[in-house]
């Protein structure tokens, strides 16, 4: 059964999981029955519930409309405006997490909502942790969820409002940049392509533009032996192991079928 914003409105109890599941799948949410249960238990009244349902059929992400999504066993903040964590980038984690040891320095770059670094502090129990965006919006929504780890965020392009005492300490980089290929912005879905911001996606032309960037810097900051891990696409991972391995660091691609995950490893000499 699907149900009417009206009928939302002008109810004084909230209407039914399986109601509000029909109104979402008419909407074309393919979980409708799982974001159901996630936005009944999130509303605290009727008119709160059917608000939200009407903010999530408009299009907008499922996380934006909660406040928070989950990643790594994690719930985090996630503000309007700001890139939501993919499952996917649960594999870089968990790469990262098996290169480093507790206390590490970690540095995560275009960390939106700081998501991935507070999943590898997480995992480390403890960590020496920074992030940094270049956008506002991730850079409150970070500071959010890192300031109960100790976490320092940090405005601006990259490894450039990193603290200079950092260079050559640094023990795990780890940054999941923009990596879609700017011809391929719309064909991404409206969720994404309307409501994050266009930065944390656009990669240029060949999606590399800024995973360049990362690691051709790298040397400059990481410790004998620290580790950069770049998410990037399949198709993308050779090119990028190739600028890894130009900018001194030995380079492997790692990948994972069930999360369509790919990461590119590269390690600086001891």
Do not use: K
């Not at 909502?113 to 970070?142: F, M, N």
């Amino acid at each position: 059964m699907s149900v009417s914003p009206s009928s939302f409105s002008s109810s004084s109890s909230s209407p039914s999981r399986s109601a509000v599941a029909g109104r979402l799948r008419s909407a074309g949410c393919v979980f409708a029955e799982d974001e159901a249960d996630l936005l009944i238990s999130a509303a605290r009244t009727p008119d709160d519930l059917a608000a939200m349902v009407e903010r999530r059929v408009s299009g907008l992400p499922l996380e934006h409309v909660l406040g928070w999504a989950e990643f790594c066993g994690l719930r985090l903040a996630v503000e309007p405006g700001v890139f939501v964590p993919r499952p996917r980038s649960e594999f870089l984690i968990r790469q990262a997490s098996a290169l480093a040891r507790p206390g590490a320095v970690v540095v995560d770059l275009c960390c939106g909502s700081g998501a991935l670094g507070a999943a590898l502090a997480a995992a480390l129990g403890r960590a020496e942790l920074h992030a940094v965006d270049v956008e506002p919006a991730a850079v409150r929504c970070a500071r959010r969820n890192l300031a109960p780890l100790g976490g320092r965020v940090h405005e601006g392009d990259l490894y450039g409002p990193l603290p200079d005492d950092l260079r050559g300490r640094v023990d795990v980089v780890i940054a999941s940049p923009p990596y879609v290929p700017t011809a391929s912005i719309g064909l991404l879905p409206p969720e994404a392509r309307l409501h994050e911001p266009a930065v944390a996606l656009d990669g240029g032309a060949d999606g590399l533009d800024v995973a360049r960037r990362v690691a051709a810097a790298a040397p400059g900051w990481l410790a004998p032996g620290g580790c950069l891990l770049i998410e990037t696409g399949e198709l993308q991972a050779a090119s990028a192991a190739e600028a890894v391995t130009a900018a001194g660091l030995a380079a492997r691609v790692a990948h994972c079928d069930d999360l369509d995950a790919t990461a590119v490893i590269g390690t600086l000499p001891a």
